[in-house]
């Protein structure tokens, strides 16, 4: 066609297209194309299928969406399975170890030592939590695993732990001044593992030292924080301060420290509370019951001598003037 044409221009214009036509069918070309439109051509099926089904089977929507939630919670489960049989395999093999000692105040390491050179430490150290970081070499996998053994105080300090078989995901932590969240961090473990047989986490100290570590965020006193995240069960929980998780062999405790020590302040409170009521109402106490008792028997005892017949061997040895309740009185005494 090129060669019909006689005006150079032209020869150049149909150069140029047929250039560019070989150009857009060229393998890359094609190859874009079907990234770009297998997407959209599945989204369009999809879309198709599911009014289809909705129109004559509303209700199947909602199978659909559990069928795909029940796989979802299937492959969490076995994924976080043969991540423990994993985990296991490689601490049997594993041949190197790092053990060391940190001490954590206000959400800053004062010092981090050797777990052999504990006895350095000095005693008068201000710490709120020791933690001891057991780091477990895996030669197949060429990386380390670190557990993480929370501690109150460093007489403590041990490197023998129990691995949980509880994990969580999707951790969130939101801190609130008031009802107004002011920031939103997330909390990923990864290589670190926290879950120990006794750990305590997401408490104060806990969160201070997580926040100024990753993200360089100091929490005020006048603020406070909630958590949510997903169990192995893929259920969720929400926790806030001063609640916190306590990990325990196949789970985790939720511990409530405000409630269970406002219940123990009113029980310990109430007793001191009779006990002052009770001293200032003594001396009334102490003599009025006695008063009152003795009354009581001086009126049935009374009441009884009306109902004895005249020539009653008591009355006539006593002359009919004693007070019986004085006599039972003495007699107990």
């Not at 005693?123 to 895996?138: A, I, P, R, T």
């Not at 109150?152 to 969580?168: H, I, K, M, N, R």
């Not at 020590?261 to 001191?272: I, Q, S, Y």
């Amino acid at each position: 066609m090129c060669k019909l044409i006689n005006d150079n221009g032209l020869k150049n214009l149909c150069v140029i297209i047929y250039i560019s036509m070989a150009m857009f069918v060229s393998p890359g070309s094609i190859i874009t194309l079907v990234c770009a439109g297998v997407p959209v051509f599945l989204i369009w099926i999809y879309v198709r299928i599911n009014n289809v089904f909705t129109h004559f089977a509303p209700e199947i929507e909602y199978f659909a969406l559990k069928l795909c939630w029940i796989m979802t919670k299937s492959y969490t489960f076995c994924e976080r399975r043969a991540r423990k049989i994993t985990g296991t395999i490689y601490n049997l093999l594993g041949k190197t170890s790092n053990r060391n000692v940190l001490l954590i105040k206000d959400g800053n390491v004062l010092q981090k030592i050797p777990l052999e050179r504990l006895n350095d430490v000095e005693k008068e150290n201000d710490y709120d939590m020791v933690l001891l970081e057991y780091s477990v070499g895996e030669p197949h996998m060429n990386k380390q695993k670190v557990h993480v053994i929370r501690n109150a105080l460093v007489e403590e300090v041990t490197d023998y732990f129990e691995v949980s078989g509880v994990s969580f995901m999707g951790i969130r932590i939101n801190i609130k001044d008031g009802e107004t969240i002011l920031n939103t961090e997330s909390v990923f473990f990864g290589s670190e593992n926290y879950y120990i047989v006794g750990n305590i986490l997401f408490d104060r100290i806990f969160i201070k030292y997580w926040l100024n570590r990753f993200y360089g965020f100091e929490m005020a006193d006048n603020q406070h924080y909630e958590i949510s995240f997903f169990d192995n069960d893929i259920s969720s929980h929400n926790i806030k301060e001063p609640e916190y998780v306590q990990i325990t062999n196949d789970g985790f405790n939720i511990i409530r420290p405000n409630i269970s020590c406002k219940e123990e302040t009113e029980k310990m409170n109430e007793p001191e509370l009779c006990a002052e009521n009770n001293t200032d109402d003594a001396g009334e106490w102490e003599v009025e019951p006695e008063n009152n008792i003795n009354e009581m028997f001086d009126k049935q005892l009374f009441d009884k001598n009306k109902l004895l017949p005249e020539g009653n061997i008591l009355s006539w040895c006593f002359g009919g003037r004693t007070n019986w309740s004085k006599t039972i009185t003495s007699k107990s005494q």
